[in-house]
């Protein structure tokens, strides 16, 4: 008796399909945009490192050399102690502390909750996030300081960290909307009938997940925070609550011909910043590594 085996054209399909994978650049693509990024970055911080490693009190050289003659951390002492650049450093230090964990918290909760709104109210609330985003920040300048100076807020450090409270930008709770409904949804599923309450949810399932996602937004905002600018610029007056940027441009101020000591200041500026961003990328590689050695 023979036996007779039928495949349709779906199982068919289906037996020959070959799964599909991300397509990658090709490794010397990646090579040579790396070397061009360090070709264009990389010169510069190496003559603001050298240049600052001379003595205090010079005048910036015609060429400088890659290694000055005499190193010297004289500069970076000056910058700390009299620019008051450590005080400064401390402040911002201070901000971030607060800035950082609070934007991601508020972008997470509120992204999180948005993906359990019904599908026109999270509908609504994206529509009303990216109208925020098309508001310009100067157009807020004087709305904030009016209510900052209303409620005795000027010249503290309490203006830096509030913007955290709405997560620094209305773009952090959209990328964190995307990320989570991008978690199959038979995983929020099986939380809630294992008894699971949407804080448990959110903290036990959801986050885990998404942990690149919140690692890439609190370097952001980490770098956006620490290098801020105008915002200390139009709310801080007392140098004791100076962040770094401002103290770094009253630095320029004091003696403009002592190069050395401004260009320590700028180093200590960017090194946190370089830091953060190194740490972030690597812990970034290492995920990637891991997930495609699983891949068989």
Do not use: K
């Not at 060429?63 to 102690?81: F, K, Q, S, W």
């Amino acid at each position: 008796m023979e036996r007779h085996t039928t495949r349709g054209p779906a199982a068919t399909r289906r037996a020959v399909a070959p799964v599909r994978r991300r397509r990658r650049p090709p490794p010397d693509i990646r090579r040579h945009a790396i070397t061009a990024v360090l070709l264009a970055f990389g010169p510069p911080l190496l003559l603001l490192l050298s240049a600052s490693l001379r003595p205090p009190g010079l005048p910036p050289p015609a060429a400088p050399p890659l290694l000055p003659t005499h190193v010297t951390l004289a500069a970076y002492a000056e910058a700390l102690g009299i620019g008051g650049l450590g005080r400064a450093a401390l402040n911002s230090l201070a901000v971030c502390l607060v800035a950082v964990p609070v934007s991601v918290l508020v972008a997470a909760w509120a992204g999180f909750a948005t993906t359990r709104l019904p599908r026109r109210a999270a509908q609504g609330v994206v529509l009303l996030s990216l109208t925020a985003l098309m508001v310009p920040a100067t157009a807020l300048l004087v709305p904030r300081f009016a209510l900052y100076r209303a409620l005795h807020l000027t010249d503290t450090l309490v203006p830096l960290m509030a913007p955290a409270l709405i997560a620094t930008s209305p773009l952090y709770p959209l990328v964190y909307y995307v990320a989570f409904r991008a978690v199959p949804a038979d995983l929020y599923e099986t939380a809630r009938l294992a008894g699971f309450g949407p804080w448990r949810t959110w903290w036990r399932v959801a986050m885990p997940l998404v942990r690149p996602v919140t690692v890439a937004l609190a370097t952001f905002t980490f770098v956006l925070t620490w290098s801020n600018f105008l915002d200390p610029l139009l709310y801080v007056y007392d140098r004791d609550h100076f962040t770094l940027p401002v103290a770094l441009r009253s630095l320029s101020t004091l003696d403009p011909t002592d190069f050395p000591v401004f260009l320590a200041g700028a180093v200590l500026a960017t090194l946190p910043a370089l830091l953060v961003f190194a740490a972030a990328q690597w812990y970034m590689r290492g995920r990637t590594g891991s997930s495609e050695g699983t891949v068989t």
